[in-house]
């Protein structure tokens, strides 16, 4: 609604400034029109006014001839002569026909004496200028040529002969001459006598009208006269006089090819010499065409002010809404950034909490590892007080044993007592070694190790074990190639450790064996130690490796998680399976040691 109330008033508007523009434009025009012609018409007028002033004293010059005298005295005179003296004069002076006349008014010579036309014979007595010159007065007429039917103007002087006039000389000039000067297609001129009659005209139609009605009786003189043959000199306006005719800005002018008038802006320039007046016209239409291309141009350029202004203010408003929508945008983020703020808040304390009770649990672990390892403290006091008590109780016995058998001198006796105490301190060494592993520190010494080696000296060392116990060794050539990076002593403990837990295994085994295999991929060491012994069912094989889990009566149960350990500490793996053909097979998984270690 509001829209087309807008569109309205704009239409409005711009019709209202449409007509605004036209009269103005109209009246512009109209004054630069008149302003032209005025000038124009007076150009033109002036410019005839010159050429009809270089006429107008000929005449008189020429009337002083002496040669024009005999054929005006002498009748019998051979006006040939004088006819070829006027041809020349015409010829010199541009003139369209000069001619002598008797003071009847006939015409004696003429330079046009050779054309069918001539004017030679004709009288002329009838004319105004003849009239004039023959009363002594210089003549100037302008008349349709009564036997040449051509427009001209007439200038006449009298020939005197000793103070006598004995007839008039007469210079006829075509008037075509207005139409080399006048050179504005578009403007329409005429040229009017006293009376108003049109005499010369660019419009033919125009010709021998009247610019205002002429009254009867001088419409009769004129004709009479034939100044202008025979024409009915219509008028071609209504005003009364021609001052009224000149006063107006814009006249109609209704000329008989035309059922409509025509508007013109008219402009007049009196020659007061020749007693004519020079109008030009301008058709009005001409400021019509103008009003019209303005109206366009102005209507263009409304059309394009219209859209620039609807778009400007469809902009202004889109910037309104568009700041409205970044404020609420704004007070969005607003309110988002200040949930996530306090969602922010809410998570550092939940970390704080977890921190703080990753701490505490921390701190419970190692509580718990202390009491773990005071367990195990507990544990590896009375696992070595069993393990070291029997063999020291075994020494107490064959200590004391030596000694009454000193006192009875059986010497050989107490040498066997004493080899038996030696063999006992061995095995308490011995006990004392497995518990070392303990106490030692998780020093890193690695080095590049040959795994055949470790695996050869761990079986040195259980040699007679195994002899004792007839366990069978299947076992391929060991390569030399594969290197581990590997504490060598460590390493060999845990191979001992498997071995040894393999022999224990293999205790009631009918023909019992033991396997070894060392192989190795590019990247990758294993190494199989398997037994044909009782092997161990689910349940254990989760918990075998899990400190102080033992089946044995005399067992400490660590020496699998030591294992363990150790490998592990050499960024391999201890596992555990099922042999086939039954026992059990512990694999270790080392990283090949392809490159010198530094
Ligand atoms: P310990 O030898 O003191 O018992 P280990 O950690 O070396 O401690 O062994 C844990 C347990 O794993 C043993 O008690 C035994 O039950 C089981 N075990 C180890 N090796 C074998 C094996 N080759 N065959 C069957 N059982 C085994």
Not at 12 to 36: D, F, P
Not at 174 to 194: K, N
Not at 466 to 476: A, E
């Amino acid at each position: 609604m509001r829209k087309t109330k807008c569109l309205g008033l704009i239409v409005i508007v711009g019709i209202l400034l449409n007509i605004l523009i036209g009269q103005l434009t109209y009246q512009q025009v109209k004054q630069h029109l008149a302003e032209k012609l005025i000038l124009d018409v007076n150009q033109l007028g002036q410019k005839l006014d010159a050429q009809l002033n270089r006429y107008s004293k000929l005449p008189e010059v020429l009337a002083n001839d002496p040669r024009l005298l005999a054929p005006l005295t002498n009748e019998n005179h051979n006006r040939a002569d004088t006819n070829q003296l006027l041809q020349q004069w015409a010829k010199t002076l541009g003139a369209d026909t000069i001619y002598l006349i008797d003071h009847s008014g006939t015409t004696l010579a003429a330079s046009n004496w050779q054309q069918a036309n001539s004017f030679v014979g004709q009288n002329y007595a009838f004319r105004p200028y003849f009239r004039q010159a023959i009363n002594g007065q210089l003549g100037q007429y302008f008349a349709l040529g009564a036997s040449s039917d051509k427009r001209g103007y007439y200038f006449s002087a009298p020939v005197y002969n000793q103070g006598e006039i004995d007839g008039v000389i007469t210079i006829k000039v075509d008037l075509s001459l207005v139409e080399d000067i006048w050179q504005y297609e578009e403007i329409e001129y005429a040229i009017a006598d006293h009376n108003g009659v049109i005499f010369y005209s660019s419009e033919d139609n125009w010709l021998y009208r009247s610019l205002i009605p002429l009254n009867e009786e001088l419409k009769t003189q004129i004709i009479n006269s034939r100044q202008y043959g025979q024409a009915a000199l219509l008028p071609l306006t209504q005003y009364r006089n021609l001052t009224e005719f000149s006063n107006q800005e814009i006249s109609d002018l209704t000329s008989p090819s035309q059922e409509q008038a025509t508007s013109y802006v008219v402009a007049s320039h009196d020659m007061v010499q020749a007693g004519w007046s020079i109008y030009g016209f301008s058709p009005i239409q001409a400021a019509y065409q103008y009003v019209g291309q303005a109206i366009m141009m102005f209507s263009v350029f409304y059309a394009l002010l219209c859209l620039a202004l609807t778009s400007w203010w469809q902009t202004l408003n889109t910037q309104k809404a568009l700041a409205q929508l970044n404020d609420q945008l704004e007070q969005l983020v607003i309110k988002r950034t200040k949930n996530l703020l306090e969602t922010n808040q809410q998570l550092r304390e939940t970390i704080e909490q977890y921190e703080r009770s990753q701490a505490e649990l921390k701190q419970t672990q190692s509580e718990l590892v202390q009491a773990a390892k005071l367990a195990m403290l507990g544990e590896l006091s009375a696992s070595i007080n069993h393990e070291i008590n029997q063999p020291l109780a075994a020494m107490r016995t064959y200590a004391e044993n030596s000694r009454k058998l000193l006192q009875k001198e059986r010497y050989d006796s107490v040498a066997g007592n004493i080899e038996e105490i030696i063999k006992l301190n061995q095995m308490v060494a011995d006990i004392i070694a497995r518990f070392k592993v303990f106490a030692r520190k998780a020093n890193d010494n690695r080095e590049r190790t040959v795994a055949a080696d470790s695996i050869r000296a761990a079986i040195g060392l259980l040699r007679n074990r195994l002899i004792k116990q007839g366990v069978i060794l299947r076992m391929d050539e060991l390569p030399n190639d594969i290197m581990i990076n590997a504490d060598a002593v460590q390493f060999e403990q845990v191979i001992i450790n498997l071995l040894s837990n393999a022999i224990q295994a293999l205790a009631n085994a009918h023909q019992p064996q033991i396997g070894i295999k060392l192989d190795s991929g590019d990247s990758l060491v294993k190494i199989h130690i398997w037994d044909n012994g009782p092997g161990l069912d689910d349940g254990q094989k989760k918990r075998i490796f899990t400190p102080f889990f033992t089946t044995k009566s005399d067992g400490l149960g660590l020496g699998l998680t030591i294992s363990r350990r150790i490998i592990d500490s050499f960024s391999g793996s201890l596992t555990v399976t099922d042999h086939t053909g039954g026992g059990a097979e512990f694999i270790i998984t080392l990283p090949r040691c392809t490159e010198e270690l530094e």
